[in-house]
């Protein structure tokens, strides 16, 4: 019988859908001894994983609860068969870099401020702002308030399935959308991240939904911030490291470009880094795919995977196969 551990932290209603001819091993996060088991699941939060690992024994297929799994093959090594968890946070992800968006277009965090101030008047920074990070000097009456999403031109670095979820959530909003990945592909059309520079300054909302891998290491430094147009938006979904973090605080000090983030550089953001304290910045603490929904998508996705692999099928997620 195939065994199949998973964290004990989630839910067993979250595991109906699991082929039957398989043995259920739930692992706690304290675990203190060795397991054998056929089928790891690992656990959301990467440092439970990395603390349950050495315990574990006869592993041959690891299934993500994530779809970023960069830190899973130099834990488990070259033998063991990883799928990831594609589609479990597509639509939350892509929900949170829409609501980035338009949460900075429309000043939101300077509104929270001048809530908490309660001073009315205060609503007329944002006629300063305005001018300042755009760079658009006109005297204009009324004065700017906020701006808008649509019109605008937005490129999307990164168009897999997150990224083409937000293309479909965007589309509303009559967006000119551009597409880069690492592939040129014809329809849509997708240019190749080679071309990134070429294109940079011609979107007003630049959206980071790649894979971290070496080759997007420090992908947008302070060339590409230079080269993005006065205020624009740059939304990181993805990972930390993509972004140079010294570059990016520089160019948010400077009032060059605004930035959303849910991913940082370094992760957990230590107390008194300066990106808590950089102007014209939205920051969330990693949250982009956690809703109520992103357990049970993730198992569910599992499950199906775990069914193909019991029947000798190929596996849809394959990031690393076993060597």
């Known amino acids: 019988m195939l065994r199949v551990g998973y964290p004990a932290t989630i839910s067993s209603e979250f595991l109906r859908d699991f082929p039957a001819g398989i043995e259920l091993i739930p692992l706690p996060g304290t675990l ?40 899973i093959p130099d834990l488990v090594g070259p033998h063991v068969t990883i799928c990831n968890a594609r589609g479990a946070h597509n639509v939350a992800t892509a929900e949170w870099t829409l609501t980035a968006i338009l949460a900075t277009l429309k000043y939101f ?25 755009t760079g658009d000097g006109r005297k204009l009456h009324p004065p700017t308030m906020q701006e808008e999403l649509t019109g605008k031109t937005v490129l999307l670095v990164g168009y897999g399935a997150i990224g083409r979820e937000i293309e479909r959530m965007i589309a509303p909003f009559r967006t000119h959308v551009l597409r880069v990945a690492r592939k040129e592909r014809a329809a849509p059309e997708v240019r190749p991240v080679s071309e990134l520079d070429s294109l940079l300054p011609g979107a007003d909302v630049v959206v980071l939904i790649l ?68 102007p014209n910045l939205l920051l969330t603490p990693h949250i982009g795919g956690s809703s109520p929904q992103f357990a049970p998508n993730a198992m569910r996705i599992a499950a199906a995977e775990l069914r193909r692999y019991m029947r000798g099928e190929p596996l849809l997620n394959v990031v690393q196969a076993a060597v």
């Not at 440092?47 to 779809?67: D, E, F, I, N, Q």
């Not at 911030?225 to 140079?244: E, S």
């Open 32 to 71: 203190d001894h060795d397991v054998e088991i056929d089928v790891w699941i690992t656990d959301p939060f990467p440092s439970y994983s990395m603390r349950t690992w050495p315990h574990l024994r006869g592993v041959k297929l690891v299934l993500a609860m994530l779809a970023g799994t960069e830190w």
């Open 109 to 133: 965090p300077l509104y929270f401020d001048v809530q908490r101030s309660g001073v009315w008047k205060r609503r007329f920074e944002a006629s300063a702002y305005y001018a300042k990070i």
């Open 211 to 278: 894979p971290f891998t070496p080759q997007t290491r420090g992908l947008i430094g302070a060339r590409q911030l230079a080269l993005m147009r006065q205020g624009a938006l740059l939304v990181n979904a993805a990972r930390g490291p993509i972004v140079d973090t010294a570059a990016l605080v520089e160019a948010l000090h400077a009032s060059r470009i605004r930035a959303a983030l849910d991913v940082t550089d370094p992760e957990p953001l230590p107390d008194g880094h300066p990106l808590w304290r950089c």
